[in-house]
């Protein structure tokens, strides 16, 4: 089979099971005799393929970086306003604690609260998401648009991120002090 790529005077393909360096010298003696010149480079396919696809795995690495820098960002927003709503309900969780709520309860609440709010966020996320398949699908290879399984892993990566997002102002509300609290304001 004789394959001539645009940039090239010509290629031969060869299909062999043989290892490329045992195939390589019967393919220099055969071209060589046949006269048809000689061999600059042989390669398998798949160093072929590779080469071909540099510039997607480019994209889908720069992706991944800037994915991960997003959902750091995203983290250190959230650890924001869950500490910040905290400062703010100080006097309330002061009163809860001098109460005789419980320091885990606490703790609970507020963590609770930043994955009712990563609930939210997930399910309006993944309906634009899944939204936007139509718009991506050409891009993606080896994976459908709406595979279930990188949805359900993209959910469970946010709620973890969310939930330690989350936990050190939780924490932080379950040490209050009631008596200091009581005279924060």
């Known amino acids: 089979m004789v394959y001539l790529p645009g940039d090239r005077e010509g290629a031969l393909l060869v299909r062999s099971q043989a290892d490329v360096r045992q195939v390589s010298a019967a393919i220099r003696s055969a071209v060589a005799a046949a006269g048809a010149g000689q061999v600059e480079d042989i390669r398998t ?3 072929v393929v590779e080469g071909t696809i540099g ?11 800037f994915g991960a820098l997003a959902t750091l960002l995203a983290a250190i ?15 309330e969780l002061g009163i809860r604690m001098a109460l005789g709520a419980q320091r885990r309860n606490v703790q ?3 963590l609770r609260e930043s ?3 990563a609930a939210a966020g997930t399910g309006v996320g993944l309906a634009a998401a899944y939204a936007a398949t ?5 891009m993606l290879y080896g994976v459908k648009p709406t595979d279930g399984l990188i949805f359900a892993g993209s959910a469970l990566v946010l709620a973890f991120v969310t ?11 379950s040490r209050i002090d009631p008596m200091v609290a009581l005279r924060y304001e």
């Not at 927003?77 to 006097?91: N, P």
């Open 134 to 138: 139509r718009l991506v699908s050409s």
């Open 55 to 65: 510039r997607e795995r480019l994209v889908a690495a720069l992706s991944t970086v």
């Open 45 to 47: 396919l798949d160093s």
């Open 163 to 173: 939930a330690l997002a989350g936990f050190l102002p939780a924490r932080r509300a």
């Open 115 to 117: 994955l009712q709010m």
């Open 77 to 91: 927003g959230l650890y924001g306003v869950l500490a910040y709503g905290v400062s703010r309900r100080t006097a």
């Open 108 to 110: 609970w609440m507020v």
